[in-house]
């Protein structure tokens, strides 16, 4: 299966994430904020990123445009996860790279459905 970094400065969400990636068989990475995130991206070179964007240091649109305007890390989808739920936050989140915006709190069969789709 795939190996998925997942970006999360709260550790119930991450853990509950993680679960959930774990549970369908892919590998996890975790990162607590949005430049150690960013350094993983480089070092593990992940299939996916799950980035939340309200976090300390960097947030995730800003990790977003990161690893989209970086030619080694561009092809790497990311999904961003946000309590952030208004149209603009999406549309913004989009327009930053990402190939997908769920809203929190996370629905499992939605999360399912979305990396399903960008890994296909």
Not at 7 to 31: F, P, Q, R, W
Not at 33 to 49: R, W
Not at 106 to 113: A, K, P
Request: charged fraction near 25%; charge should be neutral; aromatic fraction near 4%.
């Amino acid at each position: 299966m795939a190996k998925i970094l997942v970006i999360e400065d709260v550790k119930t969400e991450s853990l509950i994430v993680s679960k959930i990636l774990k549970s369908i068989g892919h590998t996890v990475i975790n990162a607590d904020n949005g430049e150690d995130g960013l350094a993983l991206v480089e070092k593990e070179q992940p299939d996916l990123v799950l980035s939340d964007i309200v976090m300390p240091k960097m947030d995730g649109f800003q990790v977003c445009r990161k690893i989209k305007r970086n030619a080694a890390s561009s092809h790497i989808p990311v999904i961003l996860v946000s309590s952030k739920t208004q149209d603009s936050d999406k549309f913004w989140g989009l327009k930053q790279g990402a190939t997908d915006y769920l809203n929190k709190p996370i629905v499992e069969s939605t999360l399912v459905d979305s990396i399903s789709k960008v890994l296909s």
